[in-house]
């Protein structure tokens, strides 16, 4: 076996072969069916951990590992080094997911995880949107207008028709270039300020890298009754973007119940005032239809069960399209008592 | 910058390039100036972790990760899949290993690990040898006489020159064997049964694959009272190789204290029995001279500083050299803000 490893540009070769509409549909499947017959003894994804340092620059790598008991074990790892866009040129966020058969611990596939990272936080959002948002034609958004505010909004078109999709960023630039970024939707795109965004979406997503003890950056203003929440920005203690009334007011459903309690809007409340995950909306979808019409958050944080399923979505169509680079990584089976084998081989000993 | 990629013929191609013997003794020295220099602000090893599981077949797969503070990041991934070599003819232990630089969360390297394991756990028995065992010419015993034997042997020779080997193994083919895998040593290589090796030998290593519970595999019988046991298998909670009385006599010196007290030896001793760490011998190396004549034990559980030191000397080497495939990971920095900017370009959007 061989270990195939998907660069930037393969990824880019496996979305346009399989068109990237029909690639969220298919995560978006992934992902539900997934949860719908999550079983903790099965899919086991423990908590993520990693390093956080002050040298050479602030950053962070960490890791972020998940199982399919008897198939599969994927584990990111994701670098988090602000200062890279400005001082090198390259993505803030870098990342990687390793895909390894669990018959043999073999390292399957390699892939770049940074576009998959993105498409899987709308996916993620996409599900919990498909069962809590109003039904028909929905108004979308986003407080927060970087990279993911784009992959919030294509996910949640996959899922609901848009009319429209207002953009509030504390950069200017940032919310007005939002149009042009999503302009392959065909639906219309406005800068506006958050106090005004607020009160004129069915579905709000916010996406901020606002600091911790900085949020919220949603104003507590008046908003439609039936207001659907992806709280998608906080990860990391302290930081927040919800105002705490509209958390009150809301059915808050976390991805992972105790990462929110930790990093996520959940840090706000009070445990019993947490409602159902995204499992258990998946799971028993018709006992939260009731919740269209109520105001409901999507408190998320990050999976590494969204980045399993998303990284064997990609590794199917890799091998069906030959896309990505094949490496003799593992040493063959000569001798498994001498280490030297292939060495020896080589040398002539 | 692109992500170096070394499969185990790119491992060979350096070691035939660079020389076994030498990179033994580069890969000593490395681990030497890195324990030397050790201090735990800057040298950061967390406990691994893993998944064990019994589906398809018993196996595990676990992370090792470890940070040089300002510098790099190893993440070194291990499977064990006893059920490999019978089954499908490759070996039961894979590793590979990603080296991350921290100024940017970029993957470096990843490189096959197996052969670097084997060679890491050779090299930190040499290092604890240097200190301890008694000086001039040594015969070297081994009980289990697999793959790591030949590191362990190998590696001990860079240290000590040494007069012979013995080898025990349950399996006689194993223990008959090793004289043809060390061959390239020059030096007699014999097998005898573990009850008369001990008495005869001035360095024992025990790198058995007993089970839990099933040991001691060396027999309390007299041995010279110089004697220094490099302890290698004992990695499993009741997975032990030596007898207690043994241990009782010795200084007992572990790699990872927590983790010896949970998986190596130090499981049968009382923690104020234990002895100096591997870091402080080398910090303190005159201070355990005098122990070159009496009984020690190094407790051997494996640590993930020694493969940070490896991948970095291995890394340094592909990369002067030319060796390994290069491949285009991370996406370009064109726009951080838009996901799907690789993608556009492609199809013209």
């Known amino acids: 076996m061989q270990t195939r490893v998907l660069g930037a540009n393969d990824l880019a070769d496996i ?37 956080h340092y002050e040298k050479p620059d602030l950053g962070l790598l960490e890791w972020m590992p998940s199982m399919e008991l008897g198939r599969a074990v994927a584990i990111k790892t994701v670098g988090y080094h602000p200062t890279n866009p400005v001082q090198r040129g390259i993505p803030s966020v870098l990342a990687s997911t390793a895909l390894y058969d669990t018959a043999t611990g073999e390292l399957v596939v390699l892939a770049e995880a940074t576009l998959l990272t993105a498409l899987r936080t709308g996916v993620a959002s996409a599900v919990a949107t498909d069962i809590l948002a109003r039904d028909g034609e929905v108004a979308v958004g986003v407080i927060g207008a970087g990279a993911q505010a784009v992959t919030q909004v294509h996910a949640i ?19 007005e270039s939002l149009g042009e970024r999503l302009a392959f939707l065909g639906v219309p795109v406005e800068a506006v300020d958050a106090e005004r965004l607020v009160g004129q979406v069915d579905v709000l997503c916010t996406c901020t890298s606002v600091d911790p003890g900085q949020g919220p950056v949603v104003p507590d203003v008046e908003h439609r009754p039936w207001l659907h929440v992806n709280a998608v920005g906080a990860d990391f203690a302290g930081k927040v973007e919800l105002p705490r009334a509209l958390l009150d007011r809301a059915l808050v459903c976390p991805d992972v119940r105790s990462q929110c309690i930790a990093e996520g809007e959940c840090q706000q409340l009070p445990v019993d005032a947490i409602g159902p995950d995204l499992t258990q909306l998946v799971k028993h979808r018709a006992r939260y239809d009731v919740h269209r019409s109520t105001t409901t ?36 089976g000569s001798d498994p008592y001498d280490p030297y084998a292939l060495i020896r081989r080589r040398v002539g000993w």
């Open 15 to 51: 979305v346009t072969a399989v068109g990237l509409d029909r690639l969220l549909d298919e995560l978006i499947e992934a992902l539900v069916h997934a949860l719908d017959d999550h079983d903790e003894e099965v899919l086991v994804t423990p908590d993520r951990d990693g390093f």
């Open 157 to 175: 078109s996959r899922v609901r028709p848009l009319s429209r999709v207002l953009a509030a960023d504390a950069s200017a630039a940032n919310a």
């Open 297 to 332: 958050v999507f408190d998320s944080t990050g999976w590494s069960l969204e980045d399993l399923v998303a990284v064997e979505v990609v590794a199917a169509h890799a091998e069906r399209l030959g896309i990505g680079a094949l490496i003799d990584l593992r040493p063959d």
